[in-house]
């Protein structure tokens, strides 16, 4: 359970919070009605926003940016749709608040230019789909008109430029405003809002991760859903939306036709293909269409025709202003709807609406069948143009692309700040004690679970479950410390046996040994670890397997201790006999292990990998090694991995017989190797490792 103090401190954040924003939504309006009064052509509607984001950072000013919206479009619901262009302005200023550029003057002018780019440029481009692809009204389309009949540019550059410059000025006079009240705000009651601050920053993290943070995840999967399901809902709500709109352009096209319809018969329609414009009701008849094209925007062409096999003949065809109508009696040619609809139109039956785009456009037909006693006369028709609805689902599509970004916004802030406060936080305080905890000595142990103990997490949740387990593991390994100390004991003897069994040969040690066994020892631990990213051998790169090579790797030449040191430290070339002498330490190093295994008895991987090590360091890839002759992955995998540290140790490092070659020159010559003398997958890790070979060289070669 939390606390009474816990308790009081959440609910004084919260009512900080609330009265941040409502102050700061306050100060938006109060900004537009001051620009009303003065009848001034710009909005002064982000004061607020920018001065929330000095006080109290991303989550307060971003929601004061969206709520300001939302409010607003109570009384004018195009405020709506501009709810994402205020979380862009919301998300800037408090960016720049971090960075402190909003108190510097050339930062403050970065600022503001930012700030008319969201507001001016995204916002005209927002309005200009939002008003069917026109500029608006007011001012900023006079001035659009102007720039575009001065430069003869099109209008919506026009309108973008236009409305950056007005937005320009009006966000400096904004950012000016709430500059200034924030100066006049004392200090010491602005830290009461760090608190917002410190828990949605974008802390860079103190122990570098393989993956993404929990904040990152948190977002994604928030993002991703919230996303997923927008989708699915606009995708739904434009067919709604498209469905609906062909439905009534379907109704209208039905009523048109059917009037149409109601005005012909027999006789009539006989008398139109007969005498054609001459006669009189013909005349009259296009003049009823003319006025029946005139009371919708929709109509495109109104037609009648007689549909037959061999052609539709024109009964009437109204004119328009950019086409002249095909005279009664003309036939022509069916089209591929009145091909596939031909039985239907013969018999004169019901034909379905459809939908074509050809050479006259994007049209909706609606047919409606003239029939009396005998059958069919003829259809009337009327087909209506779909641009409209093209125009009017763009801007339906942005009006709720643009409110589901500023909810995704707003979202995404406060799961932010939600995964910090109530995941992140708690889990690094874990962390840390975790990381301190110590148990090597009864005091460190007793030390280790007050710490533990004084974190007292009441999250009432998983990370409550988490530290009563962390709880319940530290005492549980306080008290059980002291079979692991026995288990410590029995490894120590293991040790001691090879140290027994070492000790006589100490005196016979290359003087170079030490260094070398180190240096590769360190390289080894690189290229396994390198190898194990890399996925390669992974059914063999088991931890233990690892920790066994890297702690056996000092003991890979071994065997040198029984080449004597005149040999060892021989500054000039060898003889074929000294050479082969040489080459004996590995197989001798192989029966040196083998002895101590046989000493220490049971089965040691760490003794079994430093008798690989010792003996086959030296075979090559291509079978040209000794002692075995060993190719490909006949060699044990450990003595592979040491073959390619083995080698670059001894290039960079000085020998009595040589001077140290230079680390690039050494990488080179390793990977000219790649594939005769070493593994080609070996090779590739210990080139992806190269940044850290060369910080254990430059170590060694400070040393």
Known sequence: MLSTRQHTGKRKTILMFVGLVAAGILLNILGTKLNGLLGLPFYLDNTGTILTAAVGGYLPCIAVGFFYNIIMGISDTATFYYCFISVLIAWAAAFFDRKGYLYRLPHVLLAITVFAVFGGVLGGALTWFLNGMTPGEGIVAAWTE??????????????????????????????????????????????????????????????????????????????????????????????????????????????????????????????????GERSAEYADMQQMLQSINDSSGEIAFIYAYQIRPEGARVVLDMDTENLKGDKPGDVLPLDSVMQKNIKAFTAGEEVEPVITTDEYGWLLTVYEPVNDEQGNICYAAVDLSMDRLASSELSFLTRIISMFLGFLSLILIFSMWMADHYIAEPINRITEVAGSLSYDTPEARTESIERVRALQMNTGDEIENLYDAMVEQTESTVHFIGEVEEKGEQINRLQNGLILVLADLVESRDRCTGDHVRKTAAYVHIIVRQMKRDGVYADQLTEEFMQDVVNSAALHDIGKIQVPDALLNKPGKLTDEEFRKMQSHAAAGGEIIDKAIKTVGGDSGYLREAKNLAAFHHEKWNGKGYPMGLAGEEIPLSARIMAVADVFDALVSRRSYKEPFPVDKAIDIIREESGTHFDPQVVQSFLNAEDEIRRVAAESSDD
């Open 146 to 275: 102007g720039l575009t009949r001065f430069t003869g540019m099109p209008l919506l550059p026009s309108s973008l430029i236009v409305n950056f410059l007005f937005d320009l000025a009006d966000k400096a006079i904004t950012t000016a405003i709430s500059l200034l009240l924030w100066r006049l705000i004392p200090r010491r009651f602005l830290t009461h809002f760090d608190v917002f601050k410190q828990n949605v920053a974008f802390r860079r993290p103190q122990k570098r991760r393989r993956g993404f943070s929990l904040r990152v995840k948190v977002l994604l999967t928030v993002g991703i859903s919230t996303t997923l399901v927008a989708v699915s809902a606009v995708l739904v709500c434009i067919v709604q939306y498209h469905s609906s709109t062909v439905d009534e352009y379907i109704i209208q096209g039905r009523e048109v036709s059917r009037l149409i319809a109601e005005q012909l018969d027999r006789a009539r329609v006989e008398k139109f293909i007969a005498d």
